[in-house]
């Protein structure tokens, strides 16, 4: 049955204080701006609902297994933006707050703490750009007249130093600005008038219009009206948590459940603090030239696998206090072998242009942290073999479509068992190929599928790897672009009608030759920048003007018949596409483990 309540502002303010009331890992950091607070007391005032809260009761057999924080109380944008976390909670039944952080925060600071933000131009990093303020409340504007910042606001709030609010006060045609968390040393009983009459007294304001009206409004909505609405879960599935959380959480910045499952995982660690590490391995895995595009999911799930956690799926039980210790003991290990792996991806010339599936990272990285390599593995003649086993099968893997989609947390499994089992001194091609054969992921290549790669086209991620694959002269580890033969400005529509070709080969050249794979060349950076708007075969006689260069380059790339102009173009790419095609059945068509190139006389 639904749990709804509600309560008043002070007694969730006591929850807080006595941490009875606290944050899970899941939470984000409080963002309010102090306009925002404002508007949230001056709504209060006015009785506007607020939206209900929603709380999650952990009783104290279970809250042990999760990191609590407390609510900011006395934030500092450069000392102390985040929540603390809390430590020692004795055993206890607690509350924790899964929507409504941000408003439970805004009324803890405007009551019971104090903001400090960097004034605007002032300095960094300098401690005095950040003036401590506490929230008033002008008890002498009359309600719904304001004007200038505050013609938004019926009551007139605003956050304020001291000593301003004191240099304001003492004009007597001013504001008297009454610092609103006094209001919570008058405590919750019936003497709440005599209070306020003496306060405005001693201001001389006992005759002010609207100033105890105004007073008395601001101790009911805090001690007396039950602002606060909220429904309690109580289940003890950490998974329904989430589902529920991503919900109520959705009409702001997207979240997903490994977002969430990230802070549960990086709350667990108690030596490394985890908000740097995780992100610090992710910024450095991909600033490896010439630079990658994994995401945090990828180095995460990774996490879990090098770990040698037993389930590395997204789900909160895995996130468990005894795997995220696993996890961080490993991790200064992990991070250099998903940093190594990396390095050992460029050197196969991959980038982030052309890693279509990022999940292929984590069993490479596995093969290496499985065997403790180091750098001196990237260079190392005698690790050279072992080195184009793995090229193979991660290009084999990038190019075969699925192998990283539906059922990825049983790949991952089975291929770690695999390397435990049969990695121990090379990386194992064919037991790892028998086990993805029997999973249906194959990473033999039959003729329908190598048709459908040779029609691959400028753009996709597969055809730096074909190229690469196709042609013995490109040195993996060099800068090589993808180029297009006859540049596309030569093949513009109203050239190709010059040349004589009629509206349907025309479109055919358009719409796929044009950028297709028989029109595709990789060429080192200055050559390709060399090149540019020029005829291929007109370019290539001034690149290498010796003759027996000019044949060297011209049969290295599968070139013998491009034509001198625009008008053979058409035949020559159906020719080289169909030799492609018949390249990629010669490598691709056999057993994983070697991609040494069909060279054009073996054909």
Avoid at 412 to 440: K, V, Y
Avoid at 442 to 452: A, C, T
Avoid at 460 to 482: C, K
Wanted: glycine share 6%.
């Amino acid at each position: 049955m639904p749990n709804y309540n509600d309560e008043t502002i002070a007694d969730a303010l006591d929850a807080i204080a006595s941490r009875r009331y606290v944050l899970p890992a899941i939470q984000r950091e409080f963002v309010w701006s102090p306009s925002r607070i404002c508007s949230l007391f001056d709504s209060l005032m006015r009785d506007y609902p607020i939206s209900s809260l929603l709380y999650w009761r952990v009783d104290k057999e279970h809250g042990d297994g999760y990191r609590w924080y407390d609510f900011v109380l006395d934030y500092h944008e450069l000392e102390r933006p985040g929540c603390p976390p809390h430590a020692s909670l004795p055993p206890e039944d607690r509350i924790a707050v899964l929507d409504g952080q941000q408003r439970l925060t805004a009324l803890n600071i405007g009551l019971r703490g104090s903001h400090a933000a960097r004034t605007k131009w002032r300095r960094v990093n300098n401690p005095q750009s950040y003036p401590t303020k506490y929230l008033y409340l002008d008890i002498a504007a009359e309600p719904g007249l304001g004007t200038d910042k505050y013609e938004d606001q019926f009551f007139r709030f605003d956050f304020l130093e001291p000593a301003r609010a004191q240099e304001e006060n003492e004009d007597e045609s001013g504001p008297l600005w009454f610092q609103v968390s006094t209001i919570l040393a008058w405590g919750s009983d019936s003497n709440a008038p005599p209070h306020i009459n003496a306060f405005l007294a001693d201001a001389g304001l006992a005759g002010h219009p609207s100033a105890f009206d105004t007073l008395w409004k601001l101790w009911r909505t805090v001690h007396e009206q039950r602002h606060l609405s909220y429904f309690t879960e109580s289940t003890e599935s950490l998974d329904r948590v989430l589902d529920i959380f991503i919900r109520v959480n959705s009409q702001g910045q997207p979240l997903s459940k490994s977002d969430l499952l990230m802070s549960v995982a990086t709350a667990q660690w108690e030596k490394k603090d985890a908000r740097e590490e995780i992100p610090a391995t992710l910024r450095r895995v991909n600033a490896v030239a010439p630079g990658f595009a994994f995401e945090r999911d990828h180095i995460l799930k990774a996490g879990l696998v090098l770990a040698g956690i037993s389930d590395v799926g997204f789900r909160a039980e895995v996130f468990n206090r005894g795997n995220m210790q696993q996890l961080e003991d490993a991790w200064d290990e992990i991070s250099a072998r998903l940093h190594l792996a990396a390095e050992l991806f460029a050197s196969f010339g991959l980038s982030r242009d052309n890693i279509d599936a990022k999940m292929v990272l984590i069993p490479v990285a596995y093969y290496l942290h499985r065997r403790a390599l180091d750098e001196r593995y990237l260079a190392s003649p005698t690790t050279a073999g072992d080195r184009s086993r793995i090229r193979d099968w991660t290009v084999r893997a990038l190019l075969m479509p699925g192998v990283f989609g539906s059922g990825l947390d049983t790949v991952l499994g089975r291929l770690r068992r695999t390397i435990d089992d049969h990695g121990a001194a090379g990386f194992p091609s064919d037991a790892i190929e028998d086990a993805m054969a029997s999973m249906g992921k194959s990473l033999r290549f039959d003729r329908e599928l190598v048709e459908e790669l040779s029609d691959s086209s400028y753009g996709r991620p597969d055809t730096y790897s074909l190229l690469s694959i196709l042609y013995s002269h490109v040195d993996p580890a060099g800068a090589f672009h993808v180029d297009h033969i006859f540049p596309r400005s030569i093949l513009r529509r109203d050239h190709l009608r010059d040349a004589g070709y009629d509206e349907a080969q025309v479109e055919r050249i358009v719409r796929v030759a044009r950028d297709g794979l028989g029109n595709l060349q990789l060429l080192p950076g200055g050559e390709n920048i060399g090149k540019s708007d020029r005829m291929p075969l007109a370019w290539a006689r001034s690149t290498f003007a010796d003759r027996d260069r000019l044949r060297g380059y011209l049969e290295q790339n599968d070139m013998l018949d491009v034509p001198e102009d625009a008008s053979g173009f058409l035949d020559f790419y159906d020719a080289r596409r169909e030799r492609i095609r018949d390249r990629l059945l010669a490598v691709l068509g056999r057993e994983p483990g070697s991609l040494a190139q069909a060279e054009p006389d073996t054909l």
